[in-house]
């Protein structure tokens, strides 16, 4: 194949051979370097989430002139209305208004191996006790579950 690249842009074999050699010695070390740092921005950005909430887009002037942008808080507030950092529990973080819980239900088990039946006997009750309990139909469960309103005035 370099032979023909070589040929169509005119360029010599020996340099194409070298600047494949040279390529498979640096170039993974980089594609490495670059996903790593897109990785560690992807978690900055999910940390931020979980500390300060989903961002609104509503813009607030302070009395002393500074301009913020509020929050709505993912979980529980303290006594000052500062939220309370949540820990990252393997779901997905809404980045939007209205994302809250659309991941769903976990899967059950893994990929090579199921969760033990009583396990997953006991989470599937336990979940009709609570939607039961609630008084939530099947639709009003699927439209929890989509993170949506079913009455969009409300």
């Known amino acids: ?13 020996n340099l194409t051979t070298w600047m494949g050699r040279i390529g498979m010695l640096v170039l993974p070390p980089l594609a490495y370097f670059i996903a790593y740092r897109i990785c560690i921005g ?13 961002e609104t887009g509503i813009i607030k002037r302070l009395p002393h002139g500074e301009f913020i942008e509020v929050h709505q808080p993912l979980g529980p507030v303290d006594e000052h209305g500062h939220p309370i950092p949540l820990a990252y529990q393997g779901a997905s973080v809404p980045k939007k208004m ?16 199921p969760d033990p039946v009583e396990e997953t006997v006991a989470l599937q009750n336990a979940r009709k006790h609570a939607h039961a309990s609630e008084g939530l139909s099947s ?13 969009p005035k409300a």
């Open 139 to 151: 639709q009003d469960e699927a439209s929890e579950l989509a993170g949506k309103p079913s009455d």
């Open 1 to 13: 194949g370099n032979d023909i690249f070589a040929y169509q842009f005119d360029i010599s074999l």
């Open 42 to 54: 992807l978690q900055r950005g999910d940390r931020e989430v979980l500390e300060h909430g989903v």
């Open 98 to 113: 209205n994302k809250l819980g659309s991941a769903g239900h976990p899967v059950v088990g893994s990929t090579w191996s």
